[in-house]
């Protein structure tokens, strides 16, 4: 059965510090990866989202994951975060039925 | 593009009475649409699958009476909660499927539903 794992529920980072958000997946084909932010009491915003092709993913707001099929793992990353990236993220992984990680609470310090 | 909202997006009401929940895909045609269930600081739980014109496909531990799903066109799927208790106060999210053709599809999400039953 296909399973996301987050293993941190929540980092805090200075503004202008770089990011990594850590996603492992278990799934039993290629699988299709997501992530996704989310900001309090709201929906589900797709940052980017890899089928094939290039393993490393560019997305909006300047966030890039890269697929490690050896590693079964699909970490965010984002060079320089900014006030207003403080939120809740989700990787997601499946298709037909996707599946989502417990989430990682992002803080971000002044 | 690929815009989807859910109406509305709070909701209020008394145990016993029944919700109903829109969830419209705004600019573009949606065969399968999504409804996931979300517990305070929790993640999403996929409640059941909805295609156009055909049963919904429910996740095991939904019960199908209690949360009717009514996908009648491309581009709108309902939620109701039959009879709410508090206990099924949450956060209520849909996505709707872009297909584009071939295996390459992407859900979106709506803004959520926050009901609250007294």
């Known amino acids: 059965a296909q399973s996301v794992t987050q293993p941190d529920i929540h980092i805090t980072v200075s503004e202008g510090a770089s990011l990594e958000l850590r996603c492992n997946y278990s799934y039993g084909a290629t699988p299709y990866l997501f992530w996704y932010v989310q900001s309090p009491g709201q929906g589900l915003q797709l940052l980017l989202k890899?089928?094939?092709?290039?393993?490393l993913v560019q997305g909006i707001k300047g966030f890039e994951a890269e697929f490690k099929r050896s590693q079964s793992s699909f970490n965010l990353r984002k060079p320089s975060v900014h006030w207003s990236d403080a939120a809740e993220y989700f990787c997601?992984?499946?298709?037909?039925?996707?599946?989502f990680g417990a989430g990682t609470r992002l803080t971000v310090k002044p | 593009g690929a815009v989807v909202s859910q109406h509305p997006s709070w909701v209020i009401c008394k145990s016993g009475t029944s919700v109903k929940i829109e969830c419209r895909s705004l600019d573009f045609q949606a065969t399968t649409m999504f409804w996931y269930r979300q517990f305070p600081k929790q993640s999403l739980m996929l409640m059941a699958t909805?295609?156009?014109?055909?049963?919904?496909?429910?996740e095991q531990g939904v019960e199908k009476d209690k949360f009717l799903i009514n996908h009648a066109s491309l581009t709108l799927s309902t939620l109701t909660v039959t009879s709410a208790h508090p206990e099924d106060s949450s956060f209520y999210i849909c996505?709707?499927?872009?297909?584009?053709?071939?295996?390459?599809?992407?859900?979106?999400f709506g803004p959520g539903t926050r009901l609250t039953v007294l």
């Open positions: 890899y089928f094939s092709g290039d393993t």
């Open positions: 909805s295609n156009e014109g055909s049963k919904a496909t429910y």
């Open positions: 997601a992984v499946g298709n037909n039925d996707m599946r």
């Open positions: 996505s709707a499927r872009d297909f584009v053709g071939g295996r390459t599809d992407t859900q979106y």
